[in-house]
C-alpha cells in the first residue's frame, strides 16, 4: 500500500499553510496534500482578513490593505482609528492557494475524497474515494485532517457567524479607502446575539459590502437580501449601485472543545482543530499560529499536541461572551460598541488575536458592560452540566 510521513487532509486554508511550513522545515520526508474533487465538499471562493505588522509571510497574495478601521455604534457614533503598528490586510483564497502551490513541488497532490480516517499505534490509514469514484487507501505516519466539524456537542453552547456580501460598484465615490468598517452596528439587531454591517472599500466607487450577524440560526437568500438592502440604501445610502460579485458563508462560533490531537497519529487542523476565534470567527491567524507550531513540533522530532492557536484564558472569556449572546444576558452592540469605544483599537486587536495578557485583559474587560458579563459569568461557572467536558463528536 502506498504510504507517506505525512498526511494533510484538505487544501484550504488550514491544509495549504501547513503544506507550506513543512516543506520548508522537514527535508527528505515525503508528504501527500489530498484534496477532493467533489464541488458538494469543496469551498467557494472567499475573502480572508486579518491584521499583522506591516510586512507579512503572505504579503505575495495580498490584494487589500487598510491603515486604518471605523466601528459605527448603534446610535451612530463613529470611532475610526489608525491601527498602527497593525494593518488589516485581505487575500482572496484563490491568490493564497496559487502562492503556496507554487512552492509545493515536493508535496504529492492527491485528488481524493477522504471517506475515513483510521488511528494506529504505528501509523493512521486513509480511506478514500478517488476522482473516479474507485475506493483508495493511503497510509501515513502521521495525518493532519482539516475536514470541516459536521456537529457540536449539544450541551455546548454554539452560534454562527453567518453573512452574505455585495461586491458593489456605485456611481457616484461613496467608499473612504484610508479605513475599513469592521463593525458597524447601526443594523436592526437581533433578540439574541448581534448584527452589523462590514465595508471593504478597494476604491471610491468599490467595495466588499456585507450583512453578518451572531446568532444561531442563518437566514435564508431572502433574508440577506433584505439586510443588504436595508444597509445599502437607508444605512449607507450608497444611491445607484451595482453588484458584481456576491460573498456568503457561516463560520462556527463554539464553546465545545475542538482539539488538535484526536488519536495516536491523528492530528485535526484550521476551523476543525480550534482554530477559530470563537468570540470573532476570525480564523486565518489562529490557522498560521497553528501551523508553525505544528512544523515547528514535527522539525524538533516532538508531538505537535500542545498547538492550540488560543489560550485557555481566551476561550474562557470567549465561553461567557457566547453564552451572554445566546441567552440574550449581553446585548451584543452595546458590547462591541463599550469594547471600541473604552480602547485604543490596537490593544483592541491584540485583544482579539489573543496577544494580550492577564492584565491588559482585565483592562479590555473593564470597559465591557459589567454588570451583564458578571451574571453571565456565574452562570457560566456555577455548577451545573460542564460545557467543557463533553465528548468530541465534532466529526464523522
Ligand atoms: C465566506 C467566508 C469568509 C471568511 N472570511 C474570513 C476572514 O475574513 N478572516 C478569517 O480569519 N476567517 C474567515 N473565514 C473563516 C475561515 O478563515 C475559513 O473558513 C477558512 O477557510 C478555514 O480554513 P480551514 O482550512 O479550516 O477550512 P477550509 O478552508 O474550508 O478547508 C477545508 C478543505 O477540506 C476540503 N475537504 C472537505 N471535505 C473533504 C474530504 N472529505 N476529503 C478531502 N478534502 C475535503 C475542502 O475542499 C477544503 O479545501 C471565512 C469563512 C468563510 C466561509
Same mark, same amino acid.
Given at each position: 500500500m502506498d504510504r507517506v510521513n505525512v498526511a494533510i487532509v484538505g487544501a484550504g486554508a488550514a491544509g495549504l499553510s501547513l503544506a507550506h511550513r513543512l516543506t520548508k522545515r522537514l527535508d527528505g520526508r515525503s508528504i501527500a496534500l489530498v484534496e477532493t474533487a467533489e464541488s458538494a465538499l469543496r469551498p467557494p471562493v472567499r475573502t480572508w482578513c486579518f491584521w499583522e505588522t506591516a510586512r507579512g509571510e503572505w504579503d505575495g497574495a495580498v490584494s487589500g490593505r487598510w491603515p486604518a478601521l471605523s466601528v459605527f455604534g448603534p446610535d451612530g457614533t463613529q470611532w475610526c482609528s489608525s491601527a498602527a503598528p497593525l494593518v488589516y490586510k485581505m487575500i482572496r483564497s484563490p491568490d493564497f492557494e496559487s502562492l503556496v502551490r507554487g512552492d509545493l513541488a515536493d508535496v504529492r497532490p492527491i485528488e481524493a475524497t477522504v471517506l475515513d480516517v483510521v488511528d494506529g499505534a504505528g501509523g493512521a490509514l486513509l480511506r478514500m474515494r478517488d476522482a473516479v469514484g474507485r475506493p483508495a487507501e493511503l497510509a501515513a505516519d502521521v495525518v493532519f485532517d482539516s475536514r470541516p466539524p459536521v456537529a457540536f456537542p449539544p450541551s455546548a453552547v454554539t452560534l454562527r457567524q453567518h453573512f452574505r456580501g455585495w461586491f458593489v460598484r456605485t456611481a457616484?465615490? $461613496?467608499? *473612504?479607502? &484610508?479605513?475599513?468598517?469592521?463593525? *458597524?452596528? $447601526?443594523t436592526p439587531q437581533p433578540d439574541r446575539g448581534v448584527s452589523f454591517g462590514y465595508v471593504l472599500p478597494f476604491s471610491a466607487h468599490e467595495a466588499l459590502v456585507e450583512y453578518t450577524e451572531f446568532s444561531q440560526d442563518v437566514l435564508d437568500r431572502a433574508g440577506y437580501e433584505a439586510a443588504l438592502h436595508d444597509y445599502t440604501d437607508?444605512?449607507? *445610502?450608497?444611491g445607484e449601485f451595482s453588484v458584481t460579485g456576491t460573498e456568503q458563508g457561516a463560520i462556527p462560533m463554539t464553546t465545545a472543545p475542538l482539539r488538535v490531537p484526536v488519536g495516536r497519529r491523528v492530528f485535526r487542523i484550521g476551523t476543525a482543530g &480550534?482554530?477559530? $476565534?470563537?468570540?470573532? &470567527?476570525?480564523t486565518f491567524a489562529g490557522v498560521q499560529r497553528q501551523t508553525e507550531q505544528i512544523a515547528a513540533a514535527l522539525a524538533a522530532g516532538r508531538r505537535p499536541g500542545g498547538s492550540a492557536a488560543h489560550s485557555r484564558r481566551h476561550l474562557f472569556m470567549d465561553a461567557v461572551l457566547l453564552r451572554g449572546l445566546a441567552e440574550g444576558r449581553i446585548d451584543g452592540a452595546d458590547f462591541f460598541a463599550s469594547l471600541f469605544r473604552g480602547n485604543p483599537l490596537p490593544r483592541l486587536l491584540d485583544f482579539l488575536d489573543g496577544r494580550t495578557t492577564p492584565l491588559t485583559d482585565l483592562t479590555v474587560g473593564a470597559t465591557a458592560p459589567i454588570g451583564p458579563m458578571l451574571s453571565t459569568l456565574w452562570a457560566h461557572v456555577r455548577p451545573g452540566p460542564a460545557l467543557a467536558r463533553e465528548p468530541d463528536d465534532t466529526q464523522s
Amino acid at each position: 500500500m502506498d504510504r507517506v510521513n505525512v498526511a494533510i487532509v484538505g487544501a484550504g486554508a488550514a491544509g495549504l499553510s501547513l503544506a507550506h511550513r513543512l516543506t520548508k522545515r522537514l527535508d527528505g520526508r515525503s508528504i501527500a496534500l489530498v484534496e477532493t474533487a467533489e464541488s458538494a465538499l469543496r469551498p467557494p471562493v472567499r475573502t480572508w482578513c486579518f491584521w499583522e505588522t506591516a510586512r507579512g509571510e503572505w504579503d505575495g497574495a495580498v490584494s487589500g490593505r487598510w491603515p486604518a478601521l471605523s466601528v459605527f455604534g448603534p446610535d451612530g457614533t463613529q470611532w475610526c482609528s489608525s491601527a498602527a503598528p497593525l494593518v488589516y490586510k485581505m487575500i482572496r483564497s484563490p491568490d493564497f492557494e496559487s502562492l503556496v502551490r507554487g512552492d509545493l513541488a515536493d508535496v504529492r497532490p492527491i485528488e481524493a475524497t477522504v471517506l475515513d480516517v483510521v488511528d494506529g499505534a504505528g501509523g493512521a490509514l486513509l480511506r478514500m474515494r478517488d476522482a473516479v469514484g474507485r475506493p483508495a487507501e493511503l497510509a501515513a505516519d502521521v495525518v493532519f485532517d482539516s475536514r470541516p466539524p459536521v456537529a457540536f456537542p449539544p450541551s455546548a453552547v454554539t452560534l454562527r457567524q453567518h453573512f452574505r456580501g455585495w461586491f458593489v460598484r456605485t456611481a457616484e465615490p $461613496r467608499f *473612504d479607502t &484610508g479605513a475599513a468598517v469592521l463593525m *458597524d452596528l $447601526r443594523t436592526p439587531q437581533p433578540d439574541r446575539g448581534v448584527s452589523f454591517g462590514y465595508v471593504l472599500p478597494f476604491s471610491a466607487h468599490e467595495a466588499l459590502v456585507e450583512y453578518t450577524e451572531f446568532s444561531q440560526d442563518v437566514l435564508d437568500r431572502a433574508g440577506y437580501e433584505a439586510a443588504l438592502h436595508d444597509y445599502t440604501d437607508r444605512v449607507l *445610502d450608497l444611491g445607484e449601485f451595482s453588484v458584481t460579485g456576491t460573498e456568503q458563508g457561516a463560520i462556527p462560533m463554539t464553546t465545545a472543545p475542538l482539539r488538535v490531537p484526536v488519536g495516536r497519529r491523528v492530528f485535526r487542523i484550521g476551523t476543525a482543530g &480550534g482554530a477559530t $476565534r470563537p468570540s470573532t &470567527g476570525y480564523t486565518f491567524a489562529g490557522v498560521q499560529r497553528q501551523t508553525e507550531q505544528i512544523a515547528a513540533a514535527l522539525a524538533a522530532g516532538r508531538r505537535p499536541g500542545g498547538s492550540a492557536a488560543h489560550s485557555r484564558r481566551h476561550l474562557f472569556m470567549d465561553a461567557v461572551l457566547l453564552r451572554g449572546l445566546a441567552e440574550g444576558r449581553i446585548d451584543g452592540a452595546d458590547f462591541f460598541a463599550s469594547l471600541f469605544r473604552g480602547n485604543p483599537l490596537p490593544r483592541l486587536l491584540d485583544f482579539l488575536d489573543g496577544r494580550t495578557t492577564p492584565l491588559t485583559d482585565l483592562t479590555v474587560g473593564a470597559t465591557a458592560p459589567i454588570g451583564p458579563m458578571l451574571s453571565t459569568l456565574w452562570a457560566h461557572v456555577r455548577p451545573g452540566p460542564a460545557l467543557a467536558r463533553e465528548p468530541d463528536d465534532t466529526q464523522s
